[in-house]
């Protein structure tokens, strides 16, 4: 295990030199590359250390003990040894995760997309929850949200809505929603206080940079459309929502959040990639998950993952058997500790695979 440290402390040396020098700074995109492998690696370089220090201590300890001239020494010295012969065996398993390497998709951003499923308005209602419950969530975690396109529902929510997220580790955090959710709950209209279930599909697709999709533009229908929903008085009167139908897939992306018509076809763009490369991204979870037989990330986007029961209170995540009973503060954006959990299996799943070669 040392020898790899090694060799990252010295990947760790190179990096923190190339961050410095004024060729890197100027191109933008290779500097923040960088950083993020700088940050990535100082935390395995800080095991390291403590690696050491563990391992140093056990040595000096087992010597002093081997000596026994002093009794007191010697009674210091068993107490430093049972100390760090009890920390080194968690810290051992910190390390190899750490060394697995990472999914490369865990740091993009992402486009979330929430769709209406069956349940008709309460669906929709459903869905404006969500959105509200993942906008709450990653306020908490520092992270942006910004609404790309929209269509609301007849009672309240969204028939659909798609969203981009931007910050810091976004995807390899909310790529566990990615779904079909269930809610079972007494709807509004309900005049009788039946318990009803509707559900809806939750999407999370990594964010593509145009040098990880190239597209055609001969490939590309772009249409020109008036916005709808609220936008001030430019709504309805000019062409400014944009359309973009990718002719070989079928694939559908448009944008009507910004004035711009320019701007919004940017982002229709950007929408339309990240979906192409997703549609790639899902055959090698899949694939993966076949391999490892994984129920976290399998790539199925029709698996029932969630329900929201109402009545009870309850939340259960079916992938993991987690239930828990704090569904008001879950539908407000408290979703870290089902998160957690799910890493947490991942994260096993992979030290499973790798502790082979680690």
Sequence with gaps: ??????????????????????????????????????????????????????????????????????????????????????????????????????????????????????????????AGDLF??????????????NIIDLSEGTAGGYKEIHFEVTGEDVYGTLKFEAGVHRVQRVPQTETQGRVHTS??????????????VQIDPKDVRIDFFCSSGPGG??????????????????????CQDQKSQHKNKEKAFKVLRSR????????KQAEDAAKRNSQVSSGDRSAKIRTYNYPQGRVTDHRIGLTLYDLQNIVN????????????????EKLKEASETL
């Excluded at 939750?202 to 593509?208: H, K, N």
């Design 233 to 254: 008085q430019s709504v309805n009167t000019t062409y400014s929502a944009v359309r973009l139908t990718h002719i070989p897939t079928g694939l559908v992306a448009q």
């Design 1 to 126: 295990m040392l020898d790899k440290l090694n060799i990252i402390k010295q990947r760790f040396d190179e990096v923190a030199d190339l961050i410095i020098q004024p060729d890197i700074i100027a191109d933008q995109k290779k500097y923040v590359t960088l950083n993020k492998e700088y940050k990535d690696l100082k935390e395995l370089v800080d095991k390291r250390e403590q690696y050491i220090e563990y391992q140093n201590n056990i040595a000096e300890a087992e010597e002093l003990i081997a000596d026994g001239s002093d009794a007191e020494m010697v009674e210091m010295a068993k107490m430093q040894l049972d100390e760090a012969k009890s920390a080194l065996p968690k810290l051992e398993e910190e390390i190899k995760y750490l060394l697995i390497p990472r999914d490369p998709e865990d740091a993009k951003d992402v486009v979330m997309e929430i769709r209406a499923g069956t349940g008709g308005d309460e669906a929709s209602i459903f």
């Design 132 to 145: 509200r419950m993942y906008t709450k969530y990653c306020e908490g975690r520092g992270w942006r949200t």
């Design 333 to 348: 954006g408290d979703i870290q500790k089902i998160i957690d959990e799910l890493m947490l299996v991942e994260n096993t």
């Design 276 to 283: 192409l490369y997703d549609l790639e991204l899902a055959k």
């Design 199 to 212: 559900a809806a599909t939750v999407m999370v697709i990594p964010e593509a940079e145009e040098f990880d």
